[in-house]
Every structure is written in structure tokens, then in C-alpha cells.
């Protein structure tokens, strides 16, 4: 199995600043024959499901906002939430889909 | 609109069984594998498994080979997880989640989740 770590557990930042976590994965999530990257990020607040942010570790889904950006490609991958809003307060999850599914322990995003 | 809507919350004995319901509309049932994921309280995300609505293949974590199983009624567009020899530490919500057959897509609609409780 593809084991996702992400770091920090959790962090907290103050309203406007720049929100950066990482995941990393413990073999590459990088598919050669179409160069994508199976690895998605996921925001979940209390009391409900994880929704979609970004895919293919850079491509938003559709609705979220352009603060939210994801880079990286083969095992280290990050999620960069340019300036935080109040609404950003989430745990937020890296998933890989290169082979079934796992998920980062999540990082907990917190305003200072 | 994309709708994943799962039964009601649970509360089971340790060694009983549990089966949660996923109502899917606004899509075409047979076209997306539908994925199974629980989370404990205040814990991460652990897949279980999935089922290929279209053919009935599944697909289960190996920490829950024999104990999960995963069905469907195409009929009414709705997805089963069994969960067996249920024990306390199963107490967790359970999610159905949809994810496109191009595997290159990710999971993206999620249903509102289903506590269930295993308690003596």
C-alpha cells in the first residue's frame, strides 16, 4: 500500500497569511504514460464529508477558490492556501488514487 | 444535482452486523465506481473498499477481507456496505463516495456519512 504522510499535524495562522502543507508519498503517484499526478486534496469541516479541492496535485475542482493552489509531482506534493479566510478553518487531507485509495492524517488549519 | 444519501445512524452490539444504505441520483449509477470510507472519531480517513456498480466487482482493503461486503440494486441506483463481527472499534462514520471509471479522476461527490456506534 501507498502510505501518504502529511506535515504539520496542524498549524495555525493568522487571517490573509499564507497556509502551506505537505504530503509526501511513500512511492511515486506519478502515472507516466499521461504525466498525471493521482493525487487530490480534500477540506473537511466538523460534522461533514470531505469536499474535492484540487486534483491531479494542481488542478482546482471546479467552484473553489484560486487561493487554494496544490504543486509538486512524483512523492512531494503541497497545498498552499494563499490568504487564509475565516472559512478556510478545516482539516485538510492529501490523497493518492495511483493504486486503490490512502489517505495523509490530515493537517488541521487553525486561525492564530 | 449530484446526490449521495446514506441511511441513519446505528447502534450495534460487538459481534452483530451493520449494513448501510447509499442512494445515489443525478447521474448514472452504473457509470462510477462507488468507494466505501470510514473515519473514527476525531481520526483521518481510511478506505475500506469499492464496488463497480455495472458489473458488481469489488475491491476491499485487505484489513477487511472477510469481514466487508459490497453490493447494489441498480434498480433503485443504491449501494450496500455489510460490515460483520462488528467490534468497538468499528464505531466510526461511514461514507459512500463516488469516483469516476477514468481512474485518472479523483473521488468528488461524497455522501453526508452514517454513524455507526458499537456499543455493549
Known amino acids: 500500500d501507498i502510505v501518504m504522510t502529511q506535515s504539520p499535524d496542524s498549524l495555525a495562522v493568522s487571517l490573509g497569511e499564507r497556509a502551506t502543507i505537505n504530503c509526501k508519498s511513500s512511492?511515486?503517484?506519478?502515472?507516466?504514460?499521461?504525466?498525471?499526478?493521482?493525487l487530490g486534496w480534500y477540506q473537511q469541516k466538523p460534522g461533514q464529508p470531505p469536499k474535492l479541492l484540487i486534483y491531479?496535485?494542481?488542478t482546482r475542482q471546479s467552484g473553489v477558490p484560486d487561493r487554494f493552489s496544490g504543486s509538486g509531482s512524483g512523492t512531494d506534493f503541497t497545498l498552499t492556501i494563499s490568504s487564509l479566510q475565516a472559512e478556510d478553518v478545516a482539516v485538510y487531507y492529501c490523497?493518492?488514487?495511483?493504486?486503490?485509495?490512502?489517505f495523509g492524517g490530515g493537517t488541521k488549519v487553525e486561525i492564530k | 444535482q449530484v446526490q449521495l444519501v446514506q441511511s441513519g445512524a446505528e447502534v450495534k452490539k460487538p459481534g452483530a452486523s451493520v449494513k448501510v444504505s447509499c442512494k445515489a441520483s443525478g447521474y448514472t449509477f452504473t457509470g462510477y465506481y462507488m468507494q466505501w470510507v470510514r473515519q473514527a472519531p476525531g481520526q483521518g480517513l481510511e478506505w475500506m473498499g469499492w464496488i463497480n456498480p455495472n458489473s458488481g466487482g469489488t475491491n476491499y482493503a485487505q484489513k477487511f477481507q472477510g469481514r466487508v461486503t459490497m453490493t447494489r440494486d441498480t434498480s433503485i441506483s443504491t449501494a450496500y456496505m455489510e460490515l460483520s463481527r462488528l467490534r468497538f472499534d468499528d464505531t466510526a462514520v461511514y461514507y459512500c463516495?463516488?469516483?469516476?471509471?477514468?481512474?485518472?479522476?479523483?473521488?468528488?461527490?461524497w455522501g453526508q456519512g452514517t454513524l455507526v456506534t458499537v456499543s455493549s
Open positions: 512511492q511515486s503517484v506519478l502515472y507516466s504514460s499521461n504525466n498525471k499526478n493521482y
Open positions: 463516495a463516488r469516483k469516476p471509471f477514468e481512474w485518472e479522476l479523483p473521488v468528488d461527490y
Open positions: 491531479w496535485a494542481s
Open positions: 490523497q493518492q488514487y495511483y493504486n486503490t485509495l490512502t
